[in-house]
């Protein structure tokens, strides 16, 4: 059993408007966007009728084969938008993601195999088939490291975006 309430979440980029072309003021400080994080972690569980209870996971132990949710709020607190923001959240140890889960409005979701090194809406992997050749074949979803959220627009002055994902415990 593991507990699994524990996941870290990282902001990975934030894009800012324009670029200096001098040396910048120091006595002149240039509105920032200051994007804050929420991440909440919930046990699914589905009922004949379709259904869905999500039970908060703090101090519960999850099972194999277990759903769980992650749920990310993303609010700008910032006086000026928060340009192609990216969320970058783990698929925690003992976990695979579950293919087709992710839900971001007005984002995209990619992935990484490699702890975040790489990033792709549909990861490859290089595989050697029985009769000797060098192929190239979708990832599994279980192979996913870690999620990414990358917002299309920007986060507006004191705005929330939400963004999902789910995971199934090995």
Known sequence: MRNLAGASLVVLALALPGLALAEPNPSVTKPR???????????VSRNPGGGVKLTPI???????????EYDIAA??????PALQF???????????????????????????LDGGKTWSASPTVTVKAPNGITVVKKADPSLYTTI?????????????????YEVRVK
Do not use: W
């Open 33 to 43: 966007p200051n994007v804050t994080l929420k991440l909440t972690g919930s046990l």
């Open 58 to 68: 703090e101090g519960i132990s999850s099972k194999p084969g277990d759903e769980l």
């Open 75 to 80: 609010t700008n607190v910032g006086t000026v």
């Open 86 to 112: 990216k969320a970058v959240a783990p698929i925690p140890a003992g976990t695979a993601y579950v293919h087709g889960s992710a839900k971001a409005p007005r984002a995209r979701a990619e992935f990484s």
């Open 148 to 164: 990414r959220f990358v917002t299309d627009g920007a986060i507006a002055p004191h705005g929330t975006l939400q963004y999902a």
